[in-house]
């Protein structure tokens, strides 16, 4: 798996206020930010969560950076991002789900304050042969 991955970006300039950002490898990955001082960690965020969910053998060449046409609104950097920490944080979050219960099974239950997710997600892993400690672990 790569670790580090570099693409280019174009920030524009040309609203007032605010900076956009656009990734020419990527017609989706888009963002603005109000300030240029923290452009670069957004562009990082922002590349980092759009390219978390693609499949690495998915993931095109850069384009050169000399290569990128833009107008003079606009500036061209390449963002370096570590991708297995925006994996981890994108398979790491919850998500929630509806369970039914005999009522006389969730009333013990909440008598003896269990935690249900923590419950349910020990029980899914061990049903599955997980063995490996998660992130809320």
């Not at 609203?15 to 656009?22: A, L, N, Q, R």
């Not at 990527?26 to 452009?39: A, E, N």
């Not at 950097?77 to 994108?90: H, M």
């Not at 006389?104 to 003896?112: F, G, H, P, R, V």
Request: proline residues 7%; negative net charge.
């Amino acid at each position: 798996m790569k670790n580090f991955v570099t693409y280019p970006a174009l920030f524009w300039y040309d609203i007032p206020g605010e900076v956009g950002i656009t990734f020419p490898d990527f017609s989706g990955c888009t963002g603005q930010c109000k300030t240029d001082s923290d452009i670069y960690a957004y562009a990082q965020e922002t590349l980092g969560f759009y390219l978390a969910d693609i499949d690495e053998a998915e993931l095109p060449v850069p384009t050169p950076i000399q290569s990128i046409e833009h107008e003079d609104i606009s500036a061209v950097c390449p963002v370096r991002i570590y991708l297995p920490a925006y994996r981890e944080e994108l398979y790491s979050k919850s998500v929630a789900r509806t369970v039914t219960l005999p009522y006389w099974l969730n009333k013990i239950a909440a008598e003896t304050k269990i935690n249900f997710s923590e419950t349910l997600r020990d029980a899914l892993m061990l049903k599955l042969g997980i063995h490996r400690t998660t992130a809320s672990s």
